[in-house]
DNA sequence: GGCCAGGACACCA
DNA sequence: TGGTGTCATGGC
């Protein structure tokens, strides 16, 4: 994929849904813990979790902490996976106490390359999981691979579906400027377009919201 | 009732 | 290193 198609790609999503505003959350903390919930999920399922964590006040990284698991497993139980999902939970909260003395802001500060390697040091945290932390928490600069991004450029022709996340991530941020504003932006149209249409499931997403997407690829894409 | 959703990891050969 | 099983709720 050349620059230009990423980018006439990135305009026909911008142009069909306008900018998203991501990430859906008020503090990074927030960030963090909807990016460990949203592992294979929906993110509705996550939105009741979250709410449930407001009101019970847990949504700090000191009250998680004090939070003994079996219940932080209780309240996150809309999220699916409440079990996993709490130990991933208790594994950053150790994290950030041993490694950044429970300090957020000081793990976030670290520059790109080293804050990712430390966010996938932990159990639980796996490349998507630690680029979303990088991009909407840190707002720093990379680009999120998803199984949206995987499925709707494999349907348009662009990937062959079996490249590793790190290759998609490559072809993206080789193609286009380092831009937090724009890393940030193109993954959340690119889910927008995801979850809004059937071009994530049909081999050919002639019927979907987003035609031009599909005839631009078929022009575009090499044969 | 079956499929899928903004993954990651343990286990095994 | 790659393939497979596991984790689980809620919406369609």
Not at 71 to 88: D, S
């Amino acid at each position: 994929m050349s620059p230009k198609d990423l980018t006439a790609i990135y305009r026909l999503l911008w142009k069909q849904y306008g900018p998203q505003h991501w990430w859906p959350a008020e503090t990074p903390f927030e960030v963090i813990v909807g990016a460990i919930l949203t592992q294979n999920t929906a993110w509705k399922n996550v939105e009741t979790a979250i709410q449930g964590l407001k009101k019970k006040r847990l949504l700090s990284p000191r009250k998680m902490t004090e939070v003994s698991s079996s219940v932080l497993a209780r309240v996150i139980r809309p999220a699916g996976y409440f079990n996993v999902k709490a130990r991933r939970l208790k594994h950053f909260l150790l994290f950030l106490r041993q490694r950044y003395k429970g300090d957020l802001k000081t793990l976030l500060k670290r520059s790109i390359g080293p804050l990712r390697e430390a966010l996938l040091s932990v159990n639980g945290i796996g490349p998507e999981t630690a680029d979303s932390i990088v991009l909407y928490a840190a707002h720093k600069p990379i680009f999120v691979v998803d199984a949206y991004t995987r499925r709707i450029f494999s349907r348009l022709g662009f990937l062959g579906g079996e490249e590793s996340y790190g290759e998609i991530q490559a072809v993206f941020m080789k193609a286009l400027p380092k831009q937090t504003t724009l890393f940030n932006e193109y993954h959340a149209l690119i889910v927008a377009h995801g979850k809004n249409t059937c071009a994530a499931r049909h081999p050919r997403c002639s019927r979907c919201s987003l035609e031009r997407l599909c005839e631009y690829a078929e022009g575009r894409r090499p044969s």
